[in-house]
C-alpha cells in the first residue's frame, strides 16, 4: 500500500497512513533514523510558516517535546494582535504531519497548533480561526467543507542562452527546452508529493518574461517563467496548512538551484499574474455531494455558491491583500472582476469546471481492451473560486470562504436566490446587458477594507473570527494606500508611469 516512490517515507517505514501515527510510531522513527532534532513549523501572522530546532540528546527529551510542545513569544509572531504582557503561546505538534526535512539532514518535522496557557486553541491565530469555522460548519449543516488550491507562481533565473526561448504570454503546458524549469519543477513535485502527499499535477502557465527590468535589485534582468502546482482535496483546515507548505517547499527549491521564486499577484503590465485559486467540495458520510444523483449540482452546492457570491466582495480582505492585487483583477481577462458563476467559463469568478460527474471510464473511447466496468472513484466535481492570489493569508481566506459558505446553509432561501440571479452564459465581457446587472469586486484594498467593515459581523459570527483578526486585516488593507492609485497612474505617461508600476508590482515579491 505504500511502496509506491511517492508515499509519505513515514508511513512506508510504519506501513500506515499518517493519520494514525502515534508517539511511539514517531519515536520508533526518531530512533532508527539516527533523527537529531524535532523542528516545529507554525504559520505566523505574515502567511509564513516559522520554524524552532529542538535537539534530542536522549529519548525522555523526544517525548516531552512530541507531547508537551515547545514555548514561544506570541507578541513576535502576531505583532500588533496581542499585548506583550500576555504573549507565552505553547506550539505542539499534529503528529500526523510529520516529514523528514528535504533541505537540514536529521531533521523530524511537524506543522504545530498554538495553545493557550489554559489549553485552548489561539483565538486570534489565522489556523485556530479556520479550524473554529470548519468545526462550526460541520456542526450545523453536518457536512464538511474540503478544499485545495491551485498554486502560480513564477520561477526567476538568470538567462544561460536565447535558445528555444517561449513567446510571451504562450507558455501554457509548454514543454522542454521551450521551458527551461521543467528539471525543477519535477523536484518540486516529487518533493511536495512525499510531504503534503495531495498533489494532483504541475505544468508551466501563460506567462514568461524574457528579461525583467525591477527597481528590487535581486529580480533586476532576470528571466521568469510561470508554473502551476495544484493540489488535491482535503478537509479545509489541512487544506490551509498544505497551502503553506507547498509555498515554503517552492522556495526551498528555487533557493537550492540559485533561483527565485515568487507568487507576487502581478508582475508586468500585460503578463499573466499569479492567481490562487481555490477549489470547494462539499462532503457528506464520506460522499462528496456536490452534484446529486441526477449529475447536475445539488441544491446545496446552490446554497455555497449564493453564500461565496454575497461574500465574494469582503472576501477580497483576505485573499487580494496588496496593491497589484487589484492590476490583476482587470475586466476581460481570466481574472474575474465580476460577481458571478458560470460552467466552464474563465471570465466568471465562480467556475464550475469539468468533473467526471456526467461521464466517466474515457479510456474506453480509445483503448478497445479497456474494461466495460469503469473503476470506482468518489465524485470529482468541485466549486472553484477564482478571485484570490498568491498574496492571499491562506488560513484566513479558508475561514472566510467556510463562512461565507456557512451563510449561505443559514441563510437557504438568500442564497439560492442570489445562485439563481449570479449564474451568467458565455464570455460575460462581450455582453454589456449582463455586465451591467451584476456586482463588482473591489477595486483596491481601500475599497476592500470599507466593505470588510461593512459585513466583519457575518466573520465574526458566534466568535469565529476574533475582532482582533478583523482589525489586522482591515489595517493591513489600508496601509496599501491605494484608494486613488488607478487615477493616479492614469496621470502618469512613459517612464514615470513604468516606474511607479514596477514600484507597486514588485515590492511584494516575497509576500505570504
Known sequence: MYNYALSNPISVLLNKPKEDFTRDDLLKIIQEKNIERITFHYTALDGKLKEMQIPLPGRKNAEIVLTEGERVDGSSLFKGMIDTALSDLYVVPIWKTA???????????????????????????PDSILMKASRLFSKTTGIDLHAFGELEFYLFYKPDNEFYYPLKQRGYHASGPYIKSCGILSEMLRIITQIVNNVKYAHSEVGFIEKIQSPIPELN???????????????????????????????????RHGMLATFAPKLEEGVAGNGMHIHLKLIQNGKNITVDDNKELSQ????????????????????????????RLVPDQEAPTKICWSDSNRSALIRIPLGWSKINNLAKILNPKCPDEPIEVDNMQTVEFRSPD????????????????????????????IAKKCKVHGNIFKNKSILKTLKSLPDSCASSAEILKQKRELYEYEGIFSKSAIDYAIWSLERENDKKLRKQLSTLKGKNKIKKLKTILHKDIHKN
Open 390 to 417: 498568491g498574496s492571499a493569508n491562506s488560513h484566513l481566506l479558508l475561514a472566510g470562504i467556510t463562512m461565507a459558505a456557512l451563510w449561505g446553509f443559514l441563510n437557504p432561501e438568500k442564497s439560492l436566490e
Open 300 to 327: 446545496n452546492t446552490l446554497k455555497l455558491i449564493g453564500g461565496l457570491c454575497e461574500c465574494a466582495d469582503s472576501l477580497t480582505s483576505f485573499g487580494n491583500r496588496v496593491a497589484s492585487s487589484y492590476l
Open 221 to 255: 534582468g532576470l528571466s521568469g517563467e510561470q508554473l502551476e502546482i495544484e493540489l488535491l482535496s482535503l478537509p479545509v483546515e489541512d487544506a490551509a496548512d498544505a497551502i503553506v507548505i507547498t509555498k515554503w517547499l517552492i522556495r526551498n527549491i528555487a533557493a
Open 99 to 125: 516529514f523528514f526535512n528535504p533541505f537540514q539532514e536529521g531533521s523530524l518535522d511537524f506543522i504545530c497548533r498554538y495553545i493557550t496557557a489554559d489549553g485552548e486553541l489561539a483565538p486570534f491565530t
